[in-house]
């Protein structure tokens, strides 16, 4: 009992430093200056958003941020088929990236506000647009590795892999950042801004929608038209065929 | 940055001296060859991974604080091979040559030398980053990046035992690192 006070005690304070650290973090306008801030610490970011200031330049900036660094690593992975490939590859990382966030916006916002939050449709869009700026900022962090490791192997298995696992280094970062979001907005509010449990179902809920999107915008690594129409969903890629 | 060019130095250099115990069991050109391609080896998979490591550290360490900690950690590592260098190379001369013995025990003290400077500068790297998590997510991602890097720049020894070739890139682009060992995993289970 005594230790888990303890313990308690021990989280409280490494969340107080954390706070303390982002209360004393600047504000950033600007794409490049918004990845530095994502990257340091989103303390400005998060305060500009919790009090509604510059909502529509952070929005645009965020937006503008994704689109171009998920458009790198999307470049990177069709480079495993030089040519048109590699612009389509280009183009629709950031439709899975940018499509599956934002679909899911209102998600969180009608619930959020159902449980009682104050938070709007433009600021919940800001929080949105953060975590996928996250995302794509890890993605490209990746490209170099996932570059050299496409110049340098033939097996598509192996590529395969290799992408998913950056992409799933990359949405625990941009999940972690909408979390760390969540508590300090809970931190400079007083009330729950997001509730955890909502935002746990959220999360879930954009990894599945990631990867319908990426499913149904296929293919992107092996050659092929922009958009096929085919319908199907993702789970049949990970069932074999013979168990469905 | 005269920090960062001096570090830079000291890992090409002391790098290349082992690089050139490496090719010493084969000897002639495959001394060069070697001594040539360990720079590129530790220098270009630190390159590599520049982002991701930069990007991880960004909340907690400053661009040139993760830049400079990361080149110290590659340039100690360096030193310490380059130092074991001198020893490994009257080895690489003296071991018998066509041998399978020969080949093997070189095999076996190469890797004991890369272990032993891994060990020891990866220790080091732990006391210089804030936080555990981070210091394993470095190695990870040094290590899986250098296992490919290894692979792209073989031979190394030369296994031929003739010093016929520097970048066999057509032969080394099939397949990768990790192929190659779950292949050689898959394949024991069977036997």
């Known amino acids: 009992m005594v230790d888990s006070i303890g313990a308690g005690r021990v989280v409280r304070i490494a969340e107080d430093e954390v706070f303390t650290r982002l209360d004393n973090q600047e504000s950033a306008s600007g794409p490049v200056r918004l990845a530095g801030a994502l990257l340091r610490g989103p303390g400005g970011v998060l305060r500009d958003i919790s009090l509604s200031h510059g909502l529509l330049h952070h ?3 965020l937006f503008a941020l994704t689109a171009a660094f998920a458009g790198a690593y999307g470049a990177v992975i069709g480079l495993h088929q030089p040519g048109l490939q590699t612009l389509y590859a280009a183009l629709k990382v950031p439709i899975v990236v940018l499509g599956s966030a934002l679909l899911c916006t209102p998600t969180l916002f009608v619930f959020n506000a159902v449980g009682g939050s104050r938070l709007t449709l433009s600021q919940i869009l800001c929080l949105v647009l953060a975590m996928s700026a996250a995302i794509s900022l890890m993605l490209v962090a990746f490209a170099p590795i996932a570059w ?3 110049v340098s192997t033939n ?3 192996f590529l395969t892999f290799l992408h998913v696992g950056v992409f799933v280094i990359a949405a625990g970062f941009g ?3 909408m979390d760390l979001a969540r508590r300090y907005l809970r931190h400079l509010d007083g009330t729950e801004a997001i509730g955890p449990i909502l935002l746990l179902f959220w999360c879930g809920l954009v990894v599945v ?3 319908q999107m990426a499913h149904y915008v296929r293919p992107i690594m092996t050659p092929g038209p922009f958009f096929t129409g085919e319908r199907g969903l993702f789970l049949e890629v990970l069932v074999p065929a ?3 | 940055m005269r920090e960062a060019l001096r570090r830079a130095a000291i890992a090409a250099v002391a790098s290349a001296a082992f690089g050139a115990a490496v090719g010493s069991y084969v000897g002639g050109m495959q001394i060069v060859y070697a001594a040539i391609k360990m720079p590129l080896f530790l220098l270009g998979t630190g390159a590599l991974c520049a982002g991701a490591i930069l990007v991880l550290s960004a ?3 400053s661009p040139s604080r993760a830049m400079e900690t990361a080149l110290k950690a590659i340039s100690m590592t360096a030193a310490m091979l380059g130092a074991l260098a001198p020893p490994l190379f009257l ?3 003296s071991t018998p040559k066509p041998a399978p013995r020969g080949y093997l025990g070189m095999v076996v003290a190469l890797t004991l030398a890369v272990g032993l400077a891994g060990i020891i500068s990866v220790a080091r790297l732990r006391r210089e980053l804030p936080t555990p998590w981070l210091w394993i997510a470095w190695i990870a991602i040094y290590g899986f990046v250098g296992a490919q890097m290894a692979w792209l720049l073989k031979p190394w020894i030369g296994y031929t035992l003739a010093a016929d070739r520097f970048l066999p890139l057509s032969e080394n682009l099939h397949g990768n690192f990790y192929e190659a060992a779950w292949g050689a995993m898959t394949g024991l289970i069977r036997r």
């Open chain 1, 242 to 244: 013979h168990l469905r």
């Open chain 1, 175 to 177: 999940l972690r950042m």
């Open chain 1, 148 to 150: 050299f490791f496409g």
């Open chain 2, 91 to 93: 080895l690489g001369i």
């Open chain 1, 209 to 211: 929608v990631g990867l």
């Open chain 2, 59 to 61: 909340a907690t360490l």
């Open chain 1, 59 to 61: 929005a645009a900036s």
């Open chain 1, 155 to 157: 097996g598509i298995g």
